[in-house]
């Protein structure tokens, strides 16, 4: 390091002193200035719009405070719309994950063109969430659809695929992991070309076959990857919005409201028949709530399962000796 005739540090000195120390933050600031221009403040904006008699047309008016809230709360189509919400959620996202783990699998062994299949399962996602919509609404349309024929081909009756609520659910769910599976599997895929291959040669030492390698090599050692996309797929499942919009003609979530859910129901608050802005702010800051208290309960069951597969802590005595 070079110094000054009077031992301070030059100049170039501090230069480089201050570029290592402010370098990390100025290369991590643009995420946090988009974050704050596009997420954090539109969320803290809509907690003011929660609280005020906020129209579409008439902008802001008197303040009400959790007047808005009372009254989402007080209504049967919201906790209908909740309902909804969790049921799709949990029909779509957990079979989706356990079946882009066997899928993923099934792309990690030694099979032929690896990379035609790989590229092939991803093939759903890039199509437009409106086409899927549109073509599973034929597929599971009540008169004419693909499902139906077939169940009456086989002597079953037809299944009311918008009259049923969980038939609809069912349908949607359907949709969700058509879209969804293949890029979740291509996720878990990278995180199982991670594991070092030593394991499974230990393993198929041992006696191990694939499924038992699979159960106890694969999965405990991609479980960083399986809590992410849980993760994930917790909040985007909360949030559906497309495939239960375009699943009818009019797009309102069935004559009964069968399958409208929170976002759907923000919509129609906020610029159907009402044009409510301060209601629609209310049900979305709830939602933001429930998805946060959601994320929250997987954090603790994460932990609780990290805990009980750590092994335990050897405790001290007064002598310094470890039990």
């Known amino acids: 390091m070079s110094t000054s005739p009077s031992g301070t540090p030059s100049r170039r000195d501090r ?35 929660s609280v005020h008699d906020w129209h579409l047309i008439g902008g802001q008016g008197d303040f009400v405070g959790t007047q808005n809230f009372v009254e989402v709360l007080g209504r049967e189509r919201f906790w209908r719309a909740l309902a909804n919400t969790f049921s799709i959620f949990l029909l ?13 699998a099934v792309l990690d062994a030694n099979i032929r063109t690896r990379t035609f299949w790989r590229m092939g399962v991803l093939l ?10 549109l073509i599973f609404a034929k597929i599971f349309a009540d008169q004419s659809g693909l499902v139906n024929a077939l169940l009456m081909d086989w002597g079953a009756e037809p299944i009311r695929w918008h009259a049923d609520r ?12 058509f879209r969804w599976t293949g890029y979740t599997a291509l996720i878990f895929l990278a995180a199982m070309q991670a594991v070092p291959r030593d394991l499974y040669e230990a393993a198929l030492v041992d006696g191990a076959g694939r499924i038992r390698q699979f159960v106890s090599v694969t999965v405990p050692m991609i479980r960083a990857t399986v809590i992410f996309v ?15 919009r375009m699943f009818d003609v009019l797009g309102r979530g069935g004559s009964d409201r069968q399958w409208m859910t929170m976002t759907m129901y923000l919509y129609e608050l906020g610029w159907g028949t009402q044009k409510s802005f301060g209601r629609a702010a209310a049900v979305l800051w709830i939602l933001f ?4 208290a959601v994320g929250l309960v997987n954090l603790a069951a994460v932990r609780r399962i990290a805990s009980a597969d750590s092994p335990p802590r050897k405790r001290r ?5 470890a039990r």
């Open 289 to 292: 709530l429930v998805i946060l």
């Open 230 to 244: 849980v993760a994930m797929s917790t909040i985007a499942g909360l949030q559906i919005f497309d495939e239960p």
């Open 92 to 104: 779509s996202s957990i079979p989706q994950v356990f079946v882009a783990l066997v899928i993923a």
């Open 124 to 133: 759903p996602y890039v199509v437009a969430p409106v086409a899927v919509s």
């Open 166 to 177: 969980f038939a609809s659910h069912v349908a949607i769910a359907t949709m969700v992991n």
């Open 317 to 321: 005595t007064r002598t310094g000796v």
């Open 15 to 49: 230069l480089s002193r201050l570029d290592v120390k402010a370098s990390p933050y100025l290369y991590i600031s643009p995420f946090f200035i988009l974050f704050l221009l596009v997420g954090l403040y539109p969320l803290l904006h809509t907690a003011w719009v």
